[in-house]
């Protein structure tokens, strides 16, 4: 499950912006479908690739490299 604690804003934005990279990235998009086939539901999915979307939006920042959208 989710965790309730903190920003409900920032949670919001976070599972939209999952969503939009899933369906406009295909590095996401498979992430996606992956869970999907494991057996997540759809917003337990977008979780999973929200949470992927933090990590590469912090080793961007930290080490200063460009995203590659291939």
Do not use: E, P
Not at 22 to 41: A, E, H, I, R, V
């Amino acid at each position: 499950r989710m965790s309730k604690r903190g920003s409900k804003l920032l949670r919001y934005a976070l599972i939209n912006a999952a969503w939009n990279v899933s369906l406009n990235n295909k590095t996401f998009n498979d992430y996606f479908m992956l869970k999907k086939s494991q057996g997540n539901n759809h917003y337990a999915a977008l979780g999973h690739v929200a949470h992927k979307l933090v990590r590469v939006i912090f080793k961007i920042l930290k080490d200063n490299v460009a995203f590659n959208l291939d």
